[in-house]
């Protein structure tokens, strides 16, 4: 990393792919003053199947990257990153660098929103299996609303349904019809779905199809930007390095022109700034 420490800088969106997107479109729809810099390692994507070590070095080298051009703030915006290198990089890594820099997750902001939501107490999570198989959600809920009951069902299929164009397509309807039929069997006194999957939101319409009436979705990016508000209303000094000229440049390890296409399915907008980087 750079010796060298910027005094201001944008804000880092960090995904392994392209589902954060749907955060920092929810971010920028909250915070539009602010400047970002979004980073999809695209090339190494999917984190899912990897192993701990090395989704926590591949996400260190992304925060590396994002600090060295000035970031002080990144967000992981993927829940692969932010179960299995959060806490590593938060406690080991941010002390090593020094400074005031600050690396979030998406996890924690999710959870924290669960508690004031559920009525039954019987939440249900919908994630990718790597994410299920981490328990970071069991242990989040722990810390702070010890009489929550989670119940987790992997949704191994969901992700290709975005990313190879079918999320709105007829096949789409048993993937999805399955696994919420199979959360709700295992424990019928849900009443709150967390997607715990960054690329869910474009499966909304057909999620909420198949959801039973009076049981809550909960999409990520709705709760992660309301929680970046107040993180940064509450951290004066924080607020200040990052700059307000309302830009947004993306960062790929990807060739430009596939990320550019497929990000607009995210964003919903078309793309003005993408580069191509190597980690």
């Not at 996400?59 to 692969?80: K, M, P, S």
């Not at 990153?81 to 996890?107: F, N, T, Y």
Request: hydrophobic share 40%.
């Amino acid at each position: 990393m750079n010796s060298e420490v910027a005094t201001k800088g944008s804000i880092g969106v960090f995904d392994s792919g392209y589902g954060g997107l749907t955060i920092l479109r929810q971010i920028r729809q909250h915070l539009p003053q602010y400047d970002y810099i979004y980073l999809g390692d695209n090339a190494r994507a999917p984190y899912g199947p990897r192993s701990f070590e090395v989704i926590y070095n591949y996400t260190l080298q992304a925060v590396e990257a994002l600090f060295n051009r000035g970031c002080q703030l990144v967000i992981l915006a993927c829940n692969t990153a932010s179960a299995k290198a959060l806490r590593s990089i938060q406690e080991c890594d941010l002390p090593r660098w020094g400074g005031d820099r600050r690396v979030l997750g998406v996890i924690r902001p999710t959870v924290e929103a669960v508690g004031a939501l559920t009525r039954s107490r019987h939440v249900g999570l919908l994630a990718t299996p790597g994410t299920v198989g981490s328990g970071s959600y069991e242990l989040e809920l722990r810390k702070l609303y010890g009489d929550i009951v989670l119940t987790s069902v992997a949704c191994p299929m969901w992700v290709a349904l975005v990313e190879y164009g079918e999320f709105d397509s007829p096949g789409a309807d048993y993937f999805i019809q399955k696994r919420i039929e199979t959360i709700m069997r295992t424990d019928p006194e849900v009443d709150t779905l967390i997607l715990g999957c960054t690329h869910f939101p474009l499966l909304m319409e057909k999620i909420a199809k198949y959801t039973p009436t009076g049981v809550r979705l909960v999409p990520q990016g709705e709760y992660v930007a309301q929680s970046l508000v107040s993180y940064l209303d509450n951290h004066e000094a924080m607020r200040a390095r990052c700059t307000t000229t309302g830009t947004c440049t993306y960062l790929t390890t990807e060739s430009v022109e596939t990320f550019a296409h497929t990000a607009q399915i995210f964003l919903r907008e078309a793309l003005q700034s993408v580069e191509k980087i190597e980690l």
